[in-house]
């Protein structure tokens, strides 16, 4: 049994003081530090928030490497890098680039799947496909030459490692065919991202299987008093929906009304790319150059591509920037993306039973050590 003592524990409701949490690999309980059991190991949080650890669902490279790289050391490299960043579990996020390649990154995330969940690093828990099947027109920083049509087979081909599939539901048949029939043969969520359709396609997208938005406002028809838009129709149905927040991507001023109309659907990404932990400079994505400077990243056109956000700085971001609770932050960043996985019995906030999946911070967020599955995963 093991103790972290002097520490801020931030529940999925709240956060308390002057209490112990008591783990193994597994959340043991939270006592008062009066009732300390004898012969625990004493890890001393030394006044700052003991977290649940925190989960990325769509991040395509960290340290120089990508996803696409399609390289097993590629992934290795990500994993131990945003570990450091409190991220105890991820989704390596594959992009339109050619199939050949997206499905050698696809098994190779496949292949290391079970290393991952004792490697020194964060765990893989699926993969986010974002794309090929997306709209030209609100294709981002994607290579236009490399996007197809909606595609069910390749879904089902890999639904043993995809967890999100992003596409534009426009592109798929008036009926939604495609989407139904992988919502109907796997456990894949199916997300509206990098898509031109209009409010009323979108809705009916989410009656036929949409469930998920990716990276919400960048990359999809905006909110218009006359026409909604996909930015409507995520905030008028169900879906649960991705914000990316290091200030740039989303107005910090929408933060609030996002919290305020997603509640535990919004949950916060990094959309970090392979420049991620490295000093501002040149990079590639996918093939393309991508310049980096400050904390945007830009295709030689100037054209806005994914960000270098560290996620504990997200939730920290959102923080600072909202009238969002801290806690509610952190849920942002743990227990809703794991109720999109459909992991919340088991991951995601501090509970008795779950995983002992835990991040030590300072007051400011700064992650000073990564616990998975009781297991110190880094200790700055």
């Given at each position: 049994?093991?103790a972290?003592i ?5 529940l999925k ?7 112990v949490?008591?783990?193994?690999d597994?959340i ?17 949080a ?19 490497c990508?996803?696409?790289?399609g ?10 890098g ?6 105890t579990?991820?989704l ?15 098994e190779?995330c ?9 490697w020194k690093?964060?765990?893989?828990l699926?993969?986010?496909?974002e794309?090929p ?10 290579d ?9 087979d390749?879904?089902?081909?890999y639904k ?9 539901p426009e ?23 990098h ?11 989410t009656?036929?299987?949409?469930t ?23 905030f ?13 991507h ?8 996002m919290y305020k ?5 919004l949950c ?5 790319l ?8 040149e ?12 904390i ?21 971001n959102a923080?600072?920037n ?13 227990l ?11 991951k995601g ?32």
């Open positions: 049994m093991k972290i002097n520490g801020k524990i931030i409701d709240g956060i308390i003081d002057d209490s949490l008591l783990y193994s597994v043991e309980g939270i006592v008062s530090k009066d009732f300390l059991p004898e012969d625990c190991e004493l890890i001393d030394e006044g700052g928030y003991v977290s649940p650890g925190l989960i990325d669902l769509h991040i395509h490279g960290y340290l120089g990508d996803v696409c790289d390289e097993e050391e590629s992934i290795r490299t990500i994993a131990k945003i570990v450091e960043n409190g991220v579990g991820f390596p996020t594959t992009m339109t680039v050619d199939m050949k390649t997206i499905k050698g990154a696809l190779v496949r292949n290391l799947k079970e290393e991952s969940k004792s690093g964060s765990t893989i699926g993969v986010h496909a794309g099947f997306i709209s030209e027109s609100k294709k981002g920083a994607q236009a030459k490399h996007i197809l049509k909606p595609d069910a390749f879904v089902l081909e043993d490692i995809i967890s999100i599939i992003s596409l534009a592109t798929d048949t008036p009926d939604f065919k495609e989407i139904r029939k992988i919502v109907k043969n796997s456990n894949v969520r199916v997300s509206m991202g898509t031109s359709a209009d409010y009323d396609t979108a809705i009916r997208s009656k036929n299987g949409v998920h938005a990716t990276h919400t406002f960048n990359a999809m028809t905006p909110l218009a008093h006359r026409a909604p838009g996909v930015v409507g129709a995520v008028n149905s169900d879906v649960s929906a991705e914000l990316i927040v290091d200030t740039f989303v107005s910090t001023e929408l933060y609030n009304m109309l997603k509640g535990r659907k916060f990404i990094t959309d970090c392979p420049a991620g932990g490295l000093p501002e400079g990079y590639t994505l996918g093939g393309q150059k991508i310049i980096y400077k400050g945007v990243c830009r295709l030689e056109d100037g054209t806005v591509a994914g960000s270098v956000l560290r996620l504990n700085k997200g939730v920290w923080y600072q909202s009238d969002i609770p801290l806690h509610e932050c952190v849920n942002c960043a743990s809703n993306p794991a109720c999109v996985l459909g992991l919340e019995d088991r906030s501090i509970e008795v039973g779950k995983d002992a999946d835990v991040i030590i911070t300072d007051s400011e967020f700064n992650v000073k050590k990564t616990i998975i599955k009781g297991d110190v995963r880094y200790g700055a």
